[in-house]
């Protein structure tokens, strides 16, 4: 069974562009998960989408944004970047709603020069 | 305010020694508690979820156990080998301001298993 997957590996952008990062969760799980890890830090929650639809998010700015397509994709859109958004940004699914098991893809290292 | 912490100082411990990592929270009420192994670069794997109505959990040479009194988790590694060497992170499930909850995690300890 495949895994959660996550594309880019890497992205390097400069300040005020946008980067879309993308994830695609287990077959089957209808939970996606994103999370911001900035380097020596912990995990951030950014977004947690199910159905389709947006049911949490963290303490981030609006230009944090994202959407999961039917097929329960996900992608995470940070517009007009800063330098201290450059971290390792990863995905996670689950099968229900809020507290199971997650599971993680890879991540996308996101630098912001 | 809410916090989850785990030591942040490295644990070294011995190969073949029990390793006892301490997650301790405050201000929360989980309803459960997992705990994450995450190596350099990588994304986090799952390894245990305990409820509030558990006293303790094992898997193979994992235990972990959840005091809802002391609010706190202790996740220990029996038989500790190089390869367990990671940082280990704790997750509770809590209540954000938007009213639904979420999983957060600690920042996690990192583990050093000397052969």
């Known amino acids: 069974e495949a895994g959660v997957t996550q594309s880019p590996t890497h992205l390097i952008k400069t300040r005020g562009q946008q980067a879309t990062l993308r994830c695609s969760p287990i077959?089957?799980?209808?939970?996606v998960y994103w999370y911001q890890q900035a380097l020596g830090l912990g995990l951030q929650f950014l977004l947690w989408?199910?159905?389709?639809?947006e049911r949490n998010r963290g303490n981030f700015p609006p230009r944090f944004s994202g959407r999961q397509f039917p097929n329960y994709s996900s992608e995470l859109n940070v517009n007009a970047l800063e330098l201290e958004d450059s971290a390792l940004y990863l995905c996670?699914?689950?099968w229900g709603q809020g507290t199971y098991e997650q599971y993680f893809g890879p991540g996308t290292r996101l630098t912001v020069t | 305010s809410q916090k989850i912490e785990q030591n942040s100082e490295a644990l070294n411990i011995q190969e073949g020694k029990t390793a006892t990592l301490t997650c301790n929270y405050t201000n929360y009420s989980p309803a459960y508690l997992q705990w994450y192994r995450q190596d350099p670069g990588r994304g986090p794997v799952f390894l245990l979820l305990?409820?509030?109505?558990?006293k303790e959990k094992r898997k193979e040479r994992l235990k972990v156990t959840f005091d809802t009194t002391l609010k706190q988790s202790l996740f220990h590694i029996t038989a500790s080998q190089p390869a367990d060497s990671a940082t280990y992170l704790c997750?509770?499930?809590?209540?954000?301001?938007?009213?639904?909850?979420?999983?957060?995690f600690g920042s996690g300890t990192r583990l050093q298993v000397q052969p």
């Open positions: 997750a509770l499930d809590i209540i954000r301001d938007t009213g639904r909850r979420a999983l957060t």
């Open positions: 305990i409820r509030e109505n558990e």
């Open positions: 996670a699914s689950s």
């Open positions: 989408y199910d159905e389709g639809e």
């Open positions: 077959s089957g799980h209808t939970s």
